[in-house]
């Protein structure tokens, strides 16, 4: 079975009244270094929610995967206009959506089971009239 990555992009700007935002860009199924190649695609085309602030942004790369950083301060204590955003790979383990598409199949499977078994009972009984 192949294992499942999650690509994921966690969005910090700093500042007085700063933010973090985690967002799951893709599901991709396959190798981590495939998954790795993958992520680096997305990290080089991404465009932060609030926008590079200042003319310069950096692309990392981590042994996880990337981390941009945006925008040049104009001194040490104007810190907000900075924007992170770390792109990671991360094992998918559980997911609830397959828990609950797995019980939605199972409910459909028995409900088609017992429309049969209707189904049978009606032409039984349509046989003994005749």
Not at 44 to 65: A, E, I, K, Q, V
Not at 74 to 100: K, M, N, Q
């Amino acid at each position: 079975m192949a294992e499942r990555w999650g690509l994921i992009v966690e969005e910090s700007k700093g500042g007085r009244y700063g933010f973090v935002y985690a967002h799951v860009l893709e599901v991709f199924t396959g190798s981590r270094a495939d998954a790795l190649t993958r992520l680096e695609a997305h990290a080089t085309t991404y465009r932060p929610r609030r926008g590079p602030y200042g003319p310069r942004t950096r692309l990392f790369r981590s042994t996880d995967g990337f981390l941009m950083v945006s925008g040049d301060a104009p001194s040490e204590y104007a810190s907000d206009w900075h924007t992170l955003c770390r792109f990671t790979v991360a094992e998918l383990l559980r997911d609830s959506e397959d828990t609950r598409k797995t019980a939605e199949a199972e409910w459909q499977e028995r409900a088609e089971v017992e429309r049969q078994e209707r189904e049978a009972k009606r032409s039984a009984r349509r046989a003994r009239r005749m």
